[in-house]
């Protein structure tokens, strides 16, 4: 009898391992399994990026490469915004760079495979760059977030990348991508944990929000105008918690139901 329970524990042991490299830990970094990362880390076989220009640039506004980062994205306008901190320490607009392409339409991303982009707040960590993306290069978003998952939202792999195509990414050109992937770079390696990005379906101004007022997702939207309106106020931006079905900021995101957005540990 010790032979087959010997077996047995030896084949759980193995379907465990399997189960933890082929979809537990893919999971855990916003992939669906082992087969979806290994599909985003194929080789670039494009030349470094130079940044003088870059570095120029950034010296130019009065920022430098490593200080702290923030984006901002407007679906409807097709915009992401590169926010850099200063001295004084609140942020101010680097650079704007259309969006080449995103797929979906206004509103939030809601199941794997409807191809649809996300909105909502986000934090990038180190782990979270994608340096060999099959799309030139890439940052995971981190979705699902707190709150999606609190909402049963599912997906994976949602990313800035180059490359400009997108099955529910936000797709630059490589050019823009470069200075993007190496100012959010630059401020983690130099100490920032991690860059909040902020994404909204367009800029939530009250007249913007008053003609949607048909949407099934304006409710969403009036949430996500109480993070907007805080950076617009401060340039800082909030702090962001889950907290049951809605995004919470500032003070009330540290109560003690409520689950902090955060990227990957």
């Known amino acids: 009898m010790k032979r087959p329970l010997g077996l047995f524990a030896a084949g759980f042991v193995v379907v465990s391992l399997l189960w933890a490299i082929g979809i537990a830990w893919p999971q855990s ?3 669906s399994d082992v087969l979806d990362w290994l599909r985003d880390r194929s080789i670039s076989d494009a030349p470094k990026y130079d940044r003088q220009q870059l570095h120029a640039d950034l010296r130019i506004a009065g920022f430098a490469l490593g200080d702290q980062a923030h984006v901002r994205i407007f679906k409807r306008e097709r915009l992401l915004e590169l926010w850099v901190r200063r ?7 680097f650079r704007a760079y259309p969006i080449c ?8 991303k809601l199941a794997e495979g409807d191809r649809q982009a996300p909105e ?4 990038v960590a180190k782990a979270q760059l994608n340096p060999k993306s099959r799309h030139h290069l890439a940052f995971n978003l981190g979705f699902p977030n707190a709150l999606d998952r609190n909402l049963g939202r599912t997906g994976s792999a949602l990313m800035v990348h180059g490359g400009c195509s997108s099955i529910g990414c936000y797709a630059m050109t490589d050019g823009q991508i470069d200075e993007i992937y190496a100012v959010l770079e630059a401020a983690l390696l130099h100490g920032q944990d991690e860059v909040d990005v902020a994404i909204f379906p367009f800029r939530l101004t009250e007249t913007a929000l008053q003609s949607a007022a048909g949407s099934q997702w304006l409710p969403f939207w009036r949430n996500l105008k109480e993070g907007f309106d805080r950076f617009e106020a401060e340039h800082l ?5 889950a907290c049951k079905n809605a995004y919470v900021f500032g003070d009330a995101a540290t109560g003690e139901r409520c689950t902090p957005i955060t990227g990957w540990v």
């Open 87 to 93: 001295d004084d320490g609140r942020f101010a607009l």
């Open 237 to 241: 931006p909030p702090r962001v918690a």
């Open 120 to 123: 909502g707040f986000y934090r």
């Open 29 to 31: 970094r916003g992939y």
């Open 101 to 108: 392409t995103y797929s979906g339409t206004l509103g939030p």
